[in-house]
Every structure is written in structure tokens, then in C-alpha cells.
């Protein structure tokens, strides 16, 4: 059912090296992606080498993420895949060898649930804060973000820290991250976008595959829409006081594999 494209042998490469707005809906917390239907190629390096690929459609509401990567940290190595199919009201973490789909609540559907309860005055507060801190992510009200701060993959992204955690995204779509915590670093990078059809049986779950739902944990949405409504401002991203930052190395070698696998 998951079908890979011809385009992995090239990514098989990267092992090697050394490494919100609306969509089209009523919901104010989802994502918007700038392409409406296409596939991001990532590389992983640092403490985690690897790849990652993205299927999406309508401009993020679909996502089918598919995650090679291994771990080495404090002398443990460990080899993961995963892969995660979101939806517009729901995610799952598929299990290929059992055949299972854990099926777990969305935030943004979770936090529209709660908002469609709220009263008028309450879910315009919400929106006005919303508006304010445009471009930012949910989880990152309070912290910093700089405006079209770097060009990734011929994308402009806004630049996001909090915690430890770097983030590049644009209206919802990560380009770049990096976690740097206690030793443990790794960067992600999107290396090329594809704006092109994708199979719709990508975002399926496959007929022999079992849903087995997860516990329901509201906490950290009742947090966000708490923060919304409170009168604490939302602190909007910064204008880059420079031209954009330019491409790191590695994420210019990783280009330029791409465009070498193009010839083959």
C-alpha cells in the first residue's frame, strides 16, 4: 500500500554522508502548507542520521511521514522506522510488522473541539490572538520567532526557538529543525520540495491493518487555549534584521545530490 518513489535510491546517499491559518476549513488551528500537494525530502544528522519523506495534499490536511534513522547517543545505537499518516481530524502511527494503527487525537482538531464550545466573545479573543502571533507555532506562544528569517529548499520560513528547539517552518510546513538538549543534537532539513499529484492511496490505511485507539490526554490543548484567552499578548515574529541567513554547508550538499540524482 505505502509505495516509495524511484527517488529513494538517491536518498539512500544521505545515509552515507556524514551527517495558522486555515486550509480550506472552519478550523482556525490548521495547518496551510505554501504548496498544496507535493513530497518534502529531509536528511537527519547529528546524534540521529537518516532521512525522512512527506507526502501531503490539500496544502498539509493530509500527511503521510515516513521516518529511516539511526541513534547514537552515550555509546547506545538503536535503528527506527516510522511512519505516521495525519488527517485532517486524526493521526496514526502505523506498525508495519504487527499490522497496527495507533490512532491518536489531533492537537489542532482537539483545540477546535474545545473552541466550538466557547462562547463568541471567547472564540474572538481567541482568533484576535491567533492573527497577532501569526506564523508562530501553538506550542511556541511566548517564544522567539523571526520573520522569513531563511530560505530552505527555495521556501522562506519563519525562525522559531523555545527550549532547546530550533524550528524553520512556513504556515505549518517544518523546512528545518534542531534539538540540542543535554549533548543530545540533532538537525532535520528539508534538501527538495516536489510540488506534484500524489497517489491518494498514500493517505489510506491499509484494509488489513487494526485500529487500536489511544488514551485521549486534553491537557496540553486545554493549556494552549487557556494561554489564547488569557491577557498575557501574544508576541509576534520579529522582522529579520538582515537578508535571510544563507544555506549551511550540508544543507547545500544535500541539494546538490538531488540534483545529481536527477541526471540517473
Known amino acids: 500500500m505505502f509505495k516509495i518513489s524511484s527517488a529513494l535510491l538517491c536518498i539512500a546517499l544521505l545515509f552515507i554522508l556524514p551527517v495558522s491559518s486555515c486550509a480550506g476549513s472552519d478550523n482556525p488551528f490548521a495547518v496551510h502548507f505554501p504548496i498544496k500537494e507535493g513530497v518534502v525530502y529531509y536528511a537527519v544528522r547529528g546524534n540521529q542520521k537518516g532521512a ?135 538537525k532535520t532539513f528539508a534538501t527538495k520540495i516536489e510540488a506534484k499529484k500524489v497517489d491518494p492511496a498514500l493517505f489510506e490505511i491499509p484494509s488489513d491493518f487494526k485500529i487500536v485507539s489511544e488514551p485521549k490526554k486534553d491537557t496540553h490543548t486545554q493549556k494552549i487555549i487557556r494561554r489564547l484567552l488569557s491577557s498575557q499578548p501574544v508576541t509576534p515574529c520579529r522582522s529579520a534584521k538582515t537578508a535571510p541567513r544563507k544555506r549551511e554547508l550540508h544543507e547545500a550538499l544535500y541539494e546538490e545530490i538531488h540534483r545529481l540524482c536527477a541526471h540517473f
Open 52 to 186: 525522512k519523506l512527506l507526502y501531503f495534499k490539500d496544502y498539509g490536511e493530509k500527511q503521510l511521514l515516513i521516518e529511516r534513522q539511526n541513534t547514537t547517543f552515550m555509546k547506545q545505537k538503536a535503528h527506527s522506522n516510522t511512519i505516521k499518516l495525519i488527517l485532517p481530524d486524526v493521526e496514526y502511527l502505523l506498525d508495519t510488522k504487527r499490522k497496527i494503527a495507533h490512532k491518536i487525537p489531533k492537537q489542532s482538531f482537539e483545540l477546535f473541539r474545545i473552541y466550538q464550545k466557547l462562547s463568541k466573545k471567547k472564540q474572538q479573543k481567541i482568533l484576535s490572538a491567533l492573527q497577532k502571533g501569526f506564523g508562530k507555532s501553538l506550542d511556541n506562544l511566548d517564544g522567539n520567532c523571526i520573520a522569513n528569517a531563511r530560505k530552505i529548499a527555495g521556501i522562506t520560513c519563519n525562525e522559531e526557538e523555545k527550549e532547546g528547539i530550533h524550528l524553520c517552518r512556513n504556515n505549518g510546513l517544518t523546512l528545518a529543525s534542531e534539538v540540542s538538549i543535554l549533548g543530545f543534537n540533532v
